[in-house]
Structure formats: C-alpha cells, structure tokens
C-alpha cells in the first residue's frame, strides 16, 4: 500500500525559493527510484528531477539544472526538491513518483510510464 503524499507547494516571487517534500508510507525510500514531474497547465508532464534507487543517481532537465535539488532523507522516509531562483515559467503542480527498484538515469528525461505510484501533487506559483 503504497502512498505518496507532496507538500511545501505555494505562491512564491520570482528569484525566491521553495522546498517541496514527498512523504512515503507503504514503502521505504531507500528501496525506490523517485522522480519530480510538473505539469503547467495546457502542457504535458515533464521529468524536473529524479534520483534513482540504488546508487543515488539523479537527472535534471535543462532548465532546472543549477536551481533544483532532489535529495532522499532515509530519517524520515522522504524525498525533498529544493527550488532555487524560481522563475515564473515554474509555475506548474508537481508531483512525486515512485517505482521499486533501480531506474537508471541517463542525460534524456525518464518518462511517466516508468513510475508506478504518484501523489497528488502540489501547486507552485511564481508571480510577482
């Protein structure tokens, strides 16, 4: 019974910073690949960051790159994405995803179909 829960999500002025955190139950982190997608609206879901399960190996879009941190807290069963420098191009719901076991990552985005268990995501708005 695996579920996924996002938080940290809000209205933000661009150049600021967000932290946004998936909480597993069901499962432990460590034992699964994880990703953070955005959808913006009228737009299609994409990878922003993703850290795979056995080796800590992590992808990052272009544009996130240098902003963006994904990072696995084993303590408390999480999966957090530090949003630096936020741009309103930001503005999207993101969601947290989940498969079991290593999910190898590579210089291209994974896709939707690789994750088997999603959260409910949560909104982030840049706007001055």
């Known amino acids: 019974q695996v579920q996924l829960v996002e938080s940290g999500g809000g209205l933000v002025q661009p150049g600021g910073s967000l932290r946004l955190s998936c909480a597993a139950s069901g499962m432990s982190v460590i034992d699964y690949s994880i990703g953070w997608f955005r959808q913006a609206p009228g737009k299609r879901s994409e990878a922003d960051a993703c850290i795979s399960a056995n080796f800590d190996g992590t992808y990052y879009s272009d544009s996130v790159k240098g902003r963006f941190s994904i990072s696995r807290d084993n303590t408390k069963n999480t999966i957090d994405l530090q949003m630096n420098n936020l741009e309103p191009g930001d503005t999207a719901v993101y969601y947290c995803?989940?498969?079991?076991?290593?999910?190898?990552?590579?210089?291209?985005?994974?896709?939707?179909?690789?994750?088997?268990?999603w959260g409910q995501g949560t909104q982030v708005t840049v706007s001055s």
């Open positions: 995803a989940a498969t079991y076991g290593e999910l190898v990552l590579s210089t291209s985005p994974p896709n939707t179909y690789e994750y088997d268990y």
